[in-house]
Nanobody
Framework: QVQLVESGGGLVQAAASLRLSCAASGRTFSSYAMGWFRQAPGKEREFVAAISLSGGSAYYGDSVKGRFTISRDNAKNTVYLQMKSLKPEDTAVYYC???????????????WGQGTQVTVSS
């Protein structure tokens, strides 16, 4: 089992950058693929990015490709989401999640953090 805690959210202006972190508890972090999802008010949860156990593979949602980068540090039990060129439509609560193999389906992620708010002003 793993517990996840996100941090790094905040209010930024359009075109700014922000880095989210997700710290995992437990000694089995490297056994999980990790993902980032987001949910804006009134919208369904959206896949943002995922990274494999070793960090050698990564997937991105179409809306963030080329702007966001997911990475992980297994020694620190942490996964990151570097966000650049932020847009107002990126405003959402961002969640990190853990699963057994890299994928974009939220239903396959067993463990979730509490979320961190990202607000991008125009």
């Amino acid at each position: 089992q793993v517990q996840l805690v996100e941090s790094g959210g905040g209010l930024v202006q359009a075109a700014a950058s922000l880095r989210l972190s997700c710290a995992a508890s437990g000694r089995t972090f490297s056994s999980y693929a990790m993902g980032w999802f987001r949910q804006a008010p009134g919208k369904e949860r959206e896949f943002v990015a995922a990274i494999s156990l070793s960090g050698g593979s990564a997937y991105y949602g179409d809306s963030v490709k080329g702007r966001f980068t997911i990475s992980r540090d297994n020694a620190k039990n942490t996964v990151y989401l570097q966000m650049k060129s932020l847009k107002p439509e990126d405003t959402a609560v961002y969640y990190c999640a853990a699963t057994v193999s890299i994928q974009s389906w939220s239903s396959e992620y067993a463990y979730w953090g509490q979320g961190t708010q990202v607000t991008v002003s125009s």
